[in-house]
C-alpha cells in the first residue's frame, strides 16, 4: 500500500493519465468524425472495424508509450535516491520488493486501461458493435499493458537512471512491436515475427481468442518479473 500511495503522490502519475485519456479521447472523436464523414465507402466494413478495431489500436500504442513513464522510477528512481539500499535492510526479500513495485505500478495501469476501455462504450447507444470484439480487444489492451508493466521494471532494473530506464523499456516495447515487419520483408525471418506483439494482437482485435496469444503475454510478464527478482536479489547480496 505504501508503494501505491507514493505513485499517486507524484505529479507525473497524474500528468500521464490525464494527458493519455486526453489523446486517447481526441483519437475517438477523430475516427467517429472520419466514419460519419466517409460513411458511405465504410459502411460495408462497418463501426467495429472502422473504429473500434483501430481504436484499441492506438490504445495499446499509447500503453507503450506510457508504461517506461510509469515504471522508470520505480526501481532506478529509489536506487539514484538511496531508498533501494534502505529496503535491502529491511527483512523484505528481493521478491517482495520487487511483487511491491509491480502493485503500485499495475494500480495505475489498471485504471488507465479501464479509462480507456470505458471511452468506446458510448458506440453501443447508437452502433451496431459486435460486444464479444470489444471484450477481447480489452482482454488484448490488459495483456498488453501487464507485460510491458514487467518490462518496465525490468528496465528500470537494469539501470541507475530512471530517464535510462524508460529509453531502454521504450526501445525493448518498439523492437517487440515492430518485429512483425521483419516476416513482411523477409519470409525467412518469419520466426522473428512470431515474437511481435503487434502480430500477437490482430487476433484479439478480430475478436479472436487464441490460448497462445495468451500465453506468450502471460510468459513475456512472467519473465520480466523473475529477471527482475533476480537482478535485485544479486545487488542486495553485493551491497
Not at 168 to 182: I, K, M, Y
Request: with cysteine; aromatic share 8%; proline share 3%.
Amino acid at each position: 500500500m505504501s508503494e501505491i500511495r507514493r505513485l499517486y503522490r507524484r505529479p507525473l502519475t497524474w500528468a500521464v493519465l490525464a494527458v493519455g485519456e486526453a489523446a486517447m479521447a481526441v483519437f475517438f472523436m477523430l475516427l467517429v468524425i472520419r466514419y460519419l464523414e466517409h460513411e458511405a465507402d465504410l459502411r460495408g466494413a462497418g463501426v467495429t472495424v472502422e473504429i473500434l478495431a483501430r481504436y484499441f489500436v492506438i490504445a495499446n500504442l499509447s500503453v507503450l508509450l506510457t508504461a517506461p513513464l510509469i515504471t522508470m522510477t520505480s526501481i532506478a528512481g529509489d536506487r539514484q535516491d538511496g531508498l533501494l539500499r534502505f529496503l535491502f535492510s529491511t527483512p523484505s526479500s528481493a521478491a517482495d520488493i520487487v511483487i511491491g513495485k509491480f502493485a503500485g505500478v499495475m494500480s495505475l495501469a489498471i485504471a488507465y486501461v479501464g479509462l480507456v476501455a470505458l471511452i468506446p462504450v458510448t458506440l453501443f447507444w447508437g452502433a451496431p458493435i459486435d460486444p464479444g470484439v470489444y471484450v477481447t480487444n480489452v482482454l488484448g489492451l490488459a495483456l498488453f499493458t501487464l507485460m510491458h508493466v514487467s518490462l518496465g521494471l525490468l528496465a528500470s532494473a537494469l539501470t541507475r537512471a530512471p530517464g535510462a530506464a524508460a529509453m531502454v523499456s521504450l526501445g525493448l516495447g518498439l523492437a517487440l512491436w515492430l518485429a512483425d515487419w521483419a516476416s513482411r520483408l523477409d519470409r525467412d525471418a518469419s520466426i522473428v515475427g512470431t515474437w511481435s506483439t503487434l502480430s500477437r494482437l490482430r487476433g484479439f482485435a478480430q475478436g479472436l481468442v487464441n490460448t497462445g496469444d495468451i500465453a506468450y503475454f502471460l510468459l513475456a510478464s512472467v519473465l520480466g518479473g523473475v529477471l527482475c527478482c533476480l537482478l535485485i536479489a544479486a545487488e542486495r547480496d553485493s551491497t
